[in-house]
């Protein structure tokens, strides 16, 4: 059985997506188990009852403006620290929340861990690229700031993780860089590719630039975590600036315009569902002793059922365990 | 008279777009004079005759594969190397090429010069916003490394273009950072956030955020070399893929969804053409001894008018000259 603890209390419309999310969870997935941390009347009054879900109650919630650091060492009974806490003392296998990014990354890395051997857990998330098949691109901004062996070692990460989660035989490992030749971009860059370059055990296949990430030209896309966050949050300004423009171009425009949005409603739904990557699950702190996954805050219970199955499959795969195994054998030629 | 060089031989469509571009600038503008850099007699085959447009015949012509810094080199009698010395001996005070972006940096670096006190020239655009105002950002990947002091002088440089150029009284400058708050970042963002802070002549409204940029958050964008040449291909690429989808979209939606297009027409024109800032001209290398600008390669005529009326802009308000006069006032306070 598979004891994920989800923080209840996470996220815009927590608790009821949240909890609507592991209803349906709980329904789809025979093997799991869910250990539910917040408030629990709340929480109650949206759970389909199941002999496999529990509550935690608890009265103290981390808020979307808290300071991260201090917010974890403070609030020791929050939501997101038990549940946190659950996974560090072995009664869950994986962690997950919607609520405050940078609070969930400082439970991540002090209550948690980091897997011995890796030196800055970066966030991962599964982007939409418009043959539907995705990418993954790591550090989307853990870290603001990384070195070349950082860079390596999101590499090997990325390529576990496409591997065992999303079942890609040789995942195709690009690093994000100013242009497509090998001499291409900063000091930074140069010493990264020539580390990917030289490690057999990856399909590196050289610089790729972030005009062609949504065509597909990579499976996992190696960042530093600054140029990860700024692509990141470029790639969805524009997506929603652009969505929000097509609506209004189509509501100003009138009766004729109205109708020919009424036509194409099915086309326009297929472009939004292209571009809406909630069903690859959330972002995950890869490098941890254990799943941590990061659901977007605007999350519903769609989103939330996605990111359970998502963990359930990191646990299926048990990805993490095979990171402890690759990155022990790495320390042991260090040694 | 405003006397401008042009390579008629750079970019995707020439010499037919740049000369194209030519005669309607030519039409609409008395106060220019313009020299075309290039093929006479293909140049000749669109070219509106005029008294104030004089060819420069040459057969060399640097394409878009050469190896940059080389290519200027070893080039000399190339027309993008040929219309860069017409300024640098005075015979022109502006230079445009669609060709070679790397190569045409190098012209402006080795032949124009930098100003006196501008210690990297920055790679700057006028960028889409969804109210259709637009805002500059600069570097776009002239450096891939940049300084503290470079990001500072960039804000001055990025401040002067929005004042002089786009008229904009007080522009609203924001250094690109991967959160608001005022802490934010790696060292580099920490310390030229307190270099713009502390700056009086500049309106530093703060840290921004890649997300809001096409929200209009700031007139001015400040971002290293990187980071800025990324952001800019992930909405480009954003951009372009959206668009793609939503065609195709309509194409696999059948006889339905083609009719409501057809409704949908004028609604997706003003989507376009809010995406397409071609209106607003080229990318500057600012921090030269004089304009030089480079349209986008697959620039067609009109693209090419508006990066002519943009230099002309450039030239009446003199804002090279402002700069001059700025940077040695700089420089005598460091003495």
Chains 1, 2 share one sequence.
């Not at 194409?264 to 292209?274: A, F, G």
């Amino acid at each position: 059985m598979k004891k994920i603890a989800i923080d209840a209390m996470g996220g815009d419309h927590a608790p009821k997506a949240i909890v609507e999310g592991v209803n349906q969870a709980i329904e789809a997935f025979s093997d799991i188990e869910v250990q539910l941390y917040g408030d629990q009347s709340r929480i109650e009054s949206y759970l389909v009852k199941s002999d496999r879900v529990s509550i935690v109650h608890t009265d103290e919630k981390i808020n979307s403006d808290d300071e991260p650091a201090k917010a974890i060492r403070r609030k020791k009974n929050a939501s997101m620290v038990l549940a946190a806490r659950a996974v560090k003392d072995g009664r869950a296998d994986a962690v997950l929340s919607a609520g405050n990014t940078g609070a969930l990354l400082a439970a991540g890395l002090f209550i948690i861990g980091r897997i011995k051997g890796v030196d800055r857990p970066g966030l991962l998330s599964t982007l939409p690229t418009v043959d539907g098949s995705g990418f993954d691109m790591l550090d989307l901004g853990a870290n603001a700031e990384n070195t070349a062996e950082h860079l390596h070692q999101y590499a090997i990460l990325g390529s576990f993780y496409a591997k065992h989660v999303r079942g890609i035989a040789k995942p195709r490992i690009g690093l994000l860089n100013n242009g497509t030749e090998a001499t291409k971009g900063d000091s930074l860059r140069k010493e990264v590719y020539n580390f990917l370059a030289s490690d057999s055990s990856l399909q590196f296949i050289g610089n790729v630039e972030a005009r062609d990430l949504m065509s597909g030209v990579a499976d996992v896309v190696v960042a530093d975590g600054f140029t990860g966050n700024a692509v990141l949050k470029s790639i969805e300004g524009t997506a929603m600036s652009i969505m929000g423009q097509l609506k209004s171009a189509i509501a100003v425009g009138g009766v004729k315009a109205k109708f020919g949005a009424l036509l194409l409603k099915s086309s326009l739904y297929d472009l939004k569902d292209t571009l809406d990557y909630s069903s690859a699950g959330g972002a995950v702190l890869f490098g941890l002793k254990a799943p941590l996954v990061k659901s977007h805050g605007s999350s519903d219970a769609k989103a939330i059922f996605h990111t359970i199955k998502q963990v359930r499959t990191m646990l299926e795969t048990d990805v993490v365990g095979q990171l402890v195994e690759e990155f022990s054998k790495e320390s042991d030629v260090n040694d």
